[in-house]
């Protein structure tokens, strides 16, 4: 019964945790490949980026990227389902070490078609 009840504990610990957690506003940098048909597109938080709260607005327009850490929020619905087309299945993601070496920067990385 205690084994199950420290079972149940740890769980709570973590779902509240992550109810908590806000998404980083994200930058997205459009990269051209010479001589192919593709792009390379790779999101990773702004510098000084907001982060998102949606505790106040469920109906905000925002494509979460991989992993649920990067958002990129609009203003319009149209360019938000044109990009989540794009954006839908990333070619990989990782974190980085931030340069001052105290914490991790998550990165997704996308290849589309050129032009698109």
Known sequence: MLKHLSI????????????NAQQKEAMLQRMEVPGAAIEIIVAMPKPQGAAFDLSASPDA???????????VG?????KMLKLLGTLR?????LRVQSPDQRSTIPVAVYLVPAGE
Do not use: I, R
């Open 8 to 19: 149940c504990a740890a769980l709570m610990a973590l779902a509240t945790g992550s109810a």
């Open 61 to 71: 327009l925002l494509v979460y990227l991989t992993g649920g850490e990067l958002a």
């Open 74 to 78: 609009f203003d319009d619905a149209e």
């Open 89 to 93: 299945h990333p070619v990989g993601a």
